[in-house]
């Protein structure tokens, strides 16, 4: 099992940036497939971004495509995820999720973080 913890939210304006953050512990980092998932009141939980075990194969929704970069560094644990021109629409709570397979499915990822919270401001 691992465990992750998110930090990093917080808020800004629009056309700002963010780089948000998840550290692991527990079973070995780099045999998970990381993803960042976020949730708006009200919605229902989105994919983001995700990232396989090596880094080198990454994937990301259309509405961030070219704004967010999701990266890891397996010898600190942490995932992150790089966000600019950052948008009001992009205010959600933001997971990070770790899985054997990447893909951008919830169901498909068993752990999960706690979420931090982001809010662009208009």
């Known amino acids: 099992q691992v465990q992750l913890v998110e930090s990093g939210g917080g808020l800004v304006q629009a056309g700002g940036s963010l780089r948000l953050s998840c550290a692991a512990s527990?079973?070995?980092?780099?045999?998970?497939?990381m993803g960042w998932f976020r949730q708006a009141p009200g919605k229902e939980r989105d994919f983001v971004a995700s990232?396989?075990?090596?880094?080198?194969?990454?994937s990301y929704a259309d509405s961030v495509k070219g704004r967010f970069t999701i990266s890891r560094d397996n010898a600190k644990n942490t995932v992150y995820l790089q966000m600019d021109s950052l948008k009001p629409e992009d205010t959600a709570v933001y997971y990070c999720?770790?899985?054997?397979?990447?893909?951008?499915?919830?169901?498909?990822?068993?752990?999960w973080g706690q979420g931090t919270q982001v809010t662009v401001s208009s």
């Open positions: 527990g079973r070995t980092f780099n045999n998970y497939a």
């Open positions: 999720a770790a899985s054997y397979y990447t893909g951008s499915i919830p169901g498909g990822y068993p752990y």
């Open positions: 990232i396989n075990w090596s880094g080198g194969i990454t």
